[in-house]
T-cell receptor
Framework: DGGITQSPKYLFRKEGQNVTLSCEQNLNHDAMYWYRQDPGQGLRLIYYSQIVNDFQKGDIAEGYSVSREKKESFPLTVTSAQKNPTAFYLC????????????????FGDGTRLSIL | AQSVTQLDSHVSVSEGTPVLLRCNYSSSYSPSLFWYVQHPNKGLQLLLKYTSAATLVKGINGFEAEFKKSETSFHLTKPSAHMSDAAEYFCVVRTINTGTASKLTFGTGTRLQVTL
């Protein structure tokens, strides 16, 4: 079945350490996204990518980095510069559309929960 | 800028009774709106979407929502709640496309509790 796979499901980070969250999709979607979810705050966009080798900052990109070397993969690195990384991270993808009414719904993975040791 | 406001952070209903989850939106043009559901420690699943076609939108699992432009609302309803409906529900508005990506703005969520 097509879908989005995030790994690991749980991740622990030590102070001063960078960690990378994996996101793979086999839906043949061009666009991929990373969100951060904190209790009571909904989801906030970290980064998104519309095409391979291109990505843009979202609303809360500071302390995070991404790459998009393959269409299927969009890993997120939480750097030591992110002072409050404890959160639930969700990856999503969508096919693309143009114009005001274009754009397909986003499909989500099951998330990675990151905690600080 | 587009935004959504979910009017209740928590809703509790008895099994078999109707569900109403309220959402108001703000947009300078007719928006695309979505409802997503999230079960604990899971990703989000699309329930339904409104994209300027019929104002009454039917989704999965018996849910539906009505787009009311005059009230700037997009409330989610279900005639009869089931225990499996207990989850977090998010109302979402799609922002203007930049290039081809579809950017979403999420409400803060409504936790639905279903009791026996």
């Amino acid at each position: 079945d097509g879908g989005i796979t995030q790994s690991p499901k749980y991740l622990f980070r030590k102070e001063g350490q960078n960690v990378t969250l994996s996101c793979e999709q086999n839906l043949n979607h061009d666009a991929m996204y990373w969100y951060r979810q904190d209790p009571g705050q909904g989801l906030r966009l970290i980064y998104y990518s519309q095409i391979v080798n291109d990505f843009q900052k979202g609303d809360i990109a500071e302390g995070y980095s991404v790459s998009r070397e393959k269409k299927e993969s969009f890993p997120l690195t939480v750097t030591s510069a992110q002072k409050n990384p404890t959160a639930f991270y969700l990856c999503a993808s969508s096919s693309t559309g143009t114009g005001l009414w274009g754009g397909q719904p986003q499909h989500f993975g099951d998330g990675t929960r990151l905690s600080i040791l | 800028a587009q935004s959504v406001t979910q009017l209740d952070s928590h809703v509790s209903v008895s099994e078999g009774t109707p569900v109403l989850l309220r959402c108001n939106y703000s947009s300078s043009y007719s928006p695309s709106l979505f409802w997503y559901v999230q079960h604990p420690n899971k990703g989000l699943q699309l329930l339904l979407k409104y994209t300027s076609a019929a104002t009454l939108v039917k989704g999965i699992n018996g849910f539906e929502a009505e787009f009311k432009k005059s009230e700037t609302s997009f409330h989610l309803t279900k005639p009869s709640a089931h225990m499996s409906d207990a989850a977090e529900y998010f109302c979402v508005v799609r922002t203007i496309n930049t290039g081809t990506a579809s950017k979403l703005t999420f409400g803060t969520g409504t936790r639905l509790q279903v009791t026996l």
